[in-house]
């Protein structure tokens, strides 16, 4: 290819020729083509293949009203369908004992705690039946959880939930406890009250 020819098929196609039938690269007046490296060409060797299969982890949670205790099989950020169900029954209302789905979102919070603070989760509130029609907060979704982890201070754990960027974050630190849920718009508060007030 005449040296006119090349600079208007690199200009008008973006091409660049590194040979020509019966010529060598230096013949054609181009330089070889540069040898990538596996990971920038685009071509990695098999051993470096990383599979999209979701990582499998676990955690296990304990309700304190009923002394139940659950461990939940996570993919990725999902439980599996067994462990939803359990999780369902586990976090059940304990005044009227009516299940409701738990938010995937939510179960993935608390597995995210769980890895984080390298403990077990206590649980102590999760779904609550609406009392009435006006009765809408987010543990009447299945959105929310009150959780402690044995032997992290409530502060602690506070700024774990923080630093996992959940949602819905409130600091009960005269119950000990931290309530999470997977609200829409984020919102923080910390409360000085005891139980049941």
Known sequence: ??????????????????????????????????????????????SLVI???????????????????????????RPTDESARALNHLLRCTRTQKEHEIDPRLVAVLSHLAEATGGDL??????????????????????????????????DLRKVAEGQRVPGLGYYPTSKMVHVDVRDVPYKWTDWSGPSR
């Open 51 to 77: 599979s999209d299969s979701p990582r499998a982890t676990s955690f296990t949670i304990r309700a304190l009203n009923t002394g139940e205790s659950v461990t939940v099989r996570m993919l990725g950020d």
């Open 122 to 155: 206590e649980l102590v509130s999760g779904y609550r039946a609406p009392k009435n029609a006006r009765d809408k907060n987010f543990h009447t979704q299945g959105m929310a959880a009150d959780v402690r982890v044995p032997g992290v201070r409530t502060w």
């Open 1 to 46: 290819m005449r040296p006119y020819a090349r600079a208007l098929a690199t200009a008008a196609f973006g091409l660049t020729m590194t040979s020509w039938p019966g010529t060598t690269p230096a013949q054609a007046g181009v330089a070889p083509a540069p040898v990538l490296p596996a990971h920038v060409s685009g071509h990695e060797p098999r």
